[in-house]
């Protein structure tokens, strides 16, 4: 049976595997009409607030970036009810000042993926979001607030371009995206925070800087070993922000993200095949209700 008590999520990256501090723990499995998550969601209540954390990468780092099931992880948080995704992501620096260990809170984005299935829509139901503003402003606040507090060097705000991968840039791309103003590049942002958004889920990243990416003159160019070492080096860091912002979540969302889809919904829903509906139900659910009873 699903937990629908769980208010908020955390989706761990790249040395980000567990959270500790749980208890009351559950290894949930839930199935969704766009597959398997990446991995069982661990359930747990941390400073009295039940969190569900998912490894985005599965297990043991098992998914590539560009196989990461999005839209079964983000559909599987809204059948657990969950209002708010804390995301901890390793990202490259593309500016000096933002040095190897330091952390950013973005605000916005710049999408290079190809290919990656970026909604929850079509098939008979069309609906464009909008998405200027990328990140959840209250959640992001909060985040940094309890990331400076946890101890970390923090940069509130920034630009995080999101790259294919696997592999990292050539010295060519990682410098045009520094000449577009980027400040940060990591590969797993997209569609993520887009299907956040849809599913009018509060969204923002904690993201920890490993490198230098392959711009810099007199820094080591990125390689998988680096990131792998220097976010081990910060883990219990980002924990400690996680479980700060974690406790701190309002009990009332003010933001527009609970109601991202109010307007972006273009389809009269009477119009739409059964089956779509079905599928979409637990992130439309409310607007299904809302025609029927304007009807």
């Not at 569900?52 to 990461?68: D, K, N």
């Not at 290079?112 to 929850?120: P, V, Y």
């Not at 010295?171 to 942002?189: C, P």
Request: glycine content about 8%; charged content about 20%; proline content about 5%.
């Amino acid at each position: 049976m699903v937990d629908k008590s769980v208010r908020a999520a955390v989706i761990g990256g790249s040395g980000f595997y567990q959270m500790d501090g749980l208890s009351d723990v559950e290894d949930v499995r839930i199935d969704t009409p766009f597959g398997l998550p990446s991995d069982n969601l661990v359930i747990g209540t941390l400073s009295g607030e039940r969190v569900a954390f998912l490894p985005r990468h599965g297990v043991g780092h098992r998914i590539l970036p560009s196989e990461i099931p999005a839209r079964a992880n983000i559909h599987a948080l809204k059948q657990l009810g969950v209002e708010f995704i804390l995301s901890v992501s390793a990202v490259g620096s593309l500016r000096e000042d933002i040095e190897p260990l330091h952390m950013v809170v973005p605000d916005q984005l710049i999408d290079r993926t190809r290919g990656r299935a970026s909604t929850f829509f079509g098939e008979g139901i069309v609906a464009h979001i909008a998405f200027a503003d990328p990140f959840c402003p209250e959640l992001r606040t909060l985040l940094a607030e309890a990331t400076h507090e946890a101890g970390a060097t923090v940069h509130r705000g920034g630009t995080l371009v999101v790259i294919e991968g696997p592999a990292f840039s050539t010295r060519a791309e990682s410098n045009l995206y520094r000449s577009w103003g980027a400040d940060i590049i990591g590969m797993t942002a997209l569609p993520e925070a887009k299907l956040a958004r849809e599913a009018e889920i509060c969204y923002a990243i904690l993201a920890c800087s490993t490198d230098y990416d392959v711009w810099h003159d007199t820094h080591e160019d990125v390689s998988a070993e680096m990131i792998v070492a220097n976010l081990l080096r910060n883990v219990q860091l980002s924990r400690n922000a996680v479980s700060l912002a974690l406790q701190r979540l309002p009990d009332i969302r003010n933001c527009g993200c609970p109601h991202a889809l109010r307007d972006a919904i273009v389809t009269g829903l009477e119009l739409a095949p059964e089956e779509v509906k079905r599928r979409l139900a637990p992130i439309i659910g409310t607007y299904l209700h809302e025609r029927v009873a304007g009807a």
